[in-house]
Structure formats: C-alpha cells, structure tokens
T-cell receptor, first 118, second 117 residues
Framework: DAGVIQSPRHEVTEMGQEVTLRCKPISGHDYLFWYRQTMMRGLELLIYFNNNVPIDDSGMPEDRFSAKMPNASFSTLKIQPSEPRDSAVYFCASSYGLAELPSYNEQFFGPGTRLTVL | GDSVTQMEGPVTLSEEAFLTINCTYTATGYPSLFWYVQYPGEGLQLLLK?????DKGSNKGFEATYRKETTSFHLEKGSVQVSDSAVYFCALSEGGELTGGGNKLTFGTGTQLKVEL
C-alpha cells in the first residue's frame, strides 16, 4: 500500500485566495483525520470522519475552514479565504476501527502539506 | 477533558546516552497510550503503544510502560543514536476495549530530541 497520500506537498498562496488540500486514505480504513501543526500551537485535530461522515469538527478554527469526504478514498480540506495565520503544516491521517477487538487506534499519517499564506 | 503533558524540549544527548522523555496524562476512562515519532519533513509514525495498565510497549530499542497509578507513560531508550533525532509525541485515546478503534487521539506538545556524536 502506498500509505496516506496528500497533495500538494507545498502550497504558497496569497491572502484571500482559496486553498484546497487533498487526501487519499489507506484503502480499507474507515476513519480519516485532519490535523494542523504549528510551532505555536503544536498538533491540533481539526476534524475527523467515520465512514465518510464527519464525527467531530469542533477543532475547525472558523467558518473559513471546511472539509468534505465524498467517498471512502478521498477527502478535501478547504480554506476560503485564506489568511497568513493559516500558514502551517496540514496532516491527514487514517485508521481502521476494530469494534470487536481491543482498540489500539493506530493512525497512519500522510507526509503533510506545508501551506504558506503571504 | 483528556490531556497529555510532555517534558519540554529540546533534549540534547550524546550518542549512546540513556534517554528518558516524561509523559503524564489525564483521562476519564481507561485510555490506550502511544508514542509517535516525527522525523524532519515527515508525518508522524507510530513508535509503540500500550492498551492497558502495566503493559510495556517496545520498538526499535525504545520502551514505555503504562503506569496507571502514576498516570504516566515515559519513553526510554538505553543507548540513543544520531538517527533517533526527531520529535516524539505522547498520545492517548479513550477508544479502549469497549468502544472499539478509530477514536481520536489527544497529543502532547512533542519533545524534540537531538543526538550528537
């Protein structure tokens, strides 16, 4: 398996522009997570999905952020309009929920998208 | 709510030195505990885990024991190498045996480790 795939790896944009980050989870995984990492705030969970349904979006900073998962193999995180304070590395992760077995909840992370908003 | 507290970094050690990175947690139930490692320019990857009290997770010479009485999960390695230089994250999940897998993780702030020759 290729692992979690994210694109683009780097994105530089100007304030006010729309930014779309993409993620392809590991095939067969039914949970997908979006995180943001900055020096100031560390690693923050933004939103996560189970079977393509958003379960918890309490970490989404504001209405400028939106996430979708139209099918089991694709998710997007959109920022519109973008601001300089959105500059960060955004990670996508996926995992497989095993309801019948002891959980260890291993999440597999993608390489991240480094976003710079000028 | 759940929280994880890690020692501040960076931690700088000489090669072959002993490593301890402290991690304590607060949780309402019986969480699973994890250590993730992030190498420069990469995403996080699972280093080791423990799902119940007194379990010891181990991998690549690293170990951590789930101590319920002290709510701790300290990471140790007997002899570090330059290649161990990375950021280490302690994390917990409340998704234990009864609730199944896939629940969200609560991460600590990360501890940067630098190993020098």
């Amino acid at each position: 398996d290729a692992g979690v795939i994210q694109s683009p790896r780097h994105e530089v944009t100007e304030m006010g522009q729309e930014v779309t980050l993409r993620c392809k989870p590991i095939s067969g995984h039914d949970y997908l997570f979006w995180y943001r990492q900055t020096m100031m705030r560390g690693l923050e969970l933004l939103i996560y999905f189970n079977n393509n349904v958003p379960i918890d979006d309490s970490g989404m900073p504001e209405d400028r952020f939106s996430a979708k998962m139209p099918n089991a193999s694709f998710s997007t995180l959109k920022i519109q309009p973008s601001e300089p304070r959105d500059s960060a590395v955004y990670f996508c992760a996926s995992s497989y929920g095993l309801a019948e077995l002891p959980s260890y909840n291993e999440q597999f992370f993608g390489p991240g998208t480094r976003l710079t908003v000028l | 709510g759940d929280s994880v507290t890690q020692m501040e970094g960076p931690v700088t050690l000489s090669e072959e030195a002993f490593l301890t990175i402290n991690c304590t947690y607060t949780a309402t139930g019986y969480p699973s505990l994890f250590w993730y490692v992030q190498y420069p320019g990469e995403g996080l990857q699972l280093l080791l885990k423990a799902t119940k009290a007194d379990d010891k997770g181990s991998n690549k010479g690293f170990e951590a024991t789930y101590r319920k009485e002290t709510t701790s999960f300290h990471l140790e390695k007997g002899s570090v190498q330059v290649s161990d230089s990375a950021v280490y994250f302690c994390a917990l999940s409340e998704g234990g045996e009864l609730t199944g897998g896939g629940n969200k993780l609560t991460f600590g702030t990360g501890t940067q480790l630098k190993v020098e020759l």
